[in-house]
């Protein structure tokens, strides 16, 4: 009886020595607007995105990578009894999920105003709260009245490109595009701007070209129309 109980301590004092060790190795790393935590002991490659730092709630667009220090980025706060990560902040406006990350189910913003742009088009679970957009591909499959397709989409412009040929996607309404994304990146070419057709002819003047006005019809029904950007590119 007595070996019984001493071997029932030292397993339960060798677990928590474990998981002692363990919670020591989860490590806490910060960027610019956000914080994250990764499992060290795992060596997974994976990182969570777990919140804000100070100088991101102070942000009112936000972009959330897809990696981070070669690590890729999953959204969770990382805890035992939930994984939800909670973001909160009074100045955020919009965010950017990167299209690496197509889960995005654990992802919860508190203010309902914000909207949320999806760029993956291979999206498998989406935020519950927000305003949610996604590539005008993703709506026709999906097709769910809690999100909407996004009006505006940057297209790679050539056959066989990534993410079924979406480099990033918008939506504004009888609005100049104030958020413009960063350059894209092929090999062997160098990026030309943005046009409004795919031959490249006229080419997108951001301080003056606007985006039209949403439609509704007699029933307050959307009517989409999406403006599709086209990337021109110059062989080196």
């Keep these: 009886m007595m070996k019984k109980i001493f071997l029932s301590l030292f397993l339960l ?11 020591e190795t989860v490590k806490t790393y910060y960027d610019e607007y956000f914080t994250y935590s990764k499992k060290e002991y795992l ?23 897809s990696e981070y220090k070669g690590n890729k980025v999953k959204l969770s706060n990382n805890s035992i009894i939930s994984n939800l990560l909670i973001i909160e902040s009074d100045k955020l406006k919009k965010i950017y999920i990167d299209e690496g990350i197509t889960e995005c189910g ?21 935020p519950d709260r927000g305003q949610v957009y996604v590539t ?23 056959e066989g490109a990534p993410n079924n040929g ?7 309404n009888n609005e100049l595009i104030n958020y413009i994304p960063i350059e894209p990146v092929r090999d062997g070419y160098v990026f030309d701007g943005w046009y409004k057709e795919s031959t490249c002819i006229n080419k997108w003047d951001f301080s003056v070209d606007v985006i039209p006005e949403k439609e509704y019809n007699s029933d307050y029904e ?15």
């Design 136 to 158: 005008s591909e993703v709506y026709e499959k999906i097709n769910s009245k809690f999100i909407m397709p996004a009006n505006i989409s940057f297209r790679w412009n050539y």
């Design 222 to 236: 959307y009517i989409f129309y999406e403006t599709v950007l086209y990337a021109k590119w110059i062989k080196e």
């Design 106 to 126: 654990n992802l919860s913003v508190v203010n309902n105003s914000v909207e949320i742009i999806i760029l993956s088009s291979n999206v498998t679970s989406k």
């Design 43 to 65: 060596n997974d490659g994976t990182i969570y995105l777990t919140g804000l730092t100070e100088m991101g709630k102070e942000q009112e667009v936000l972009y959330i990578p």
């Design 13 to 23: 004092i060798f677990s928590l020595c474990l998981v002692g060790c363990r919670d």
């Design 166 to 172: 979406y480099f990033w996607i918008d939506d504004y």
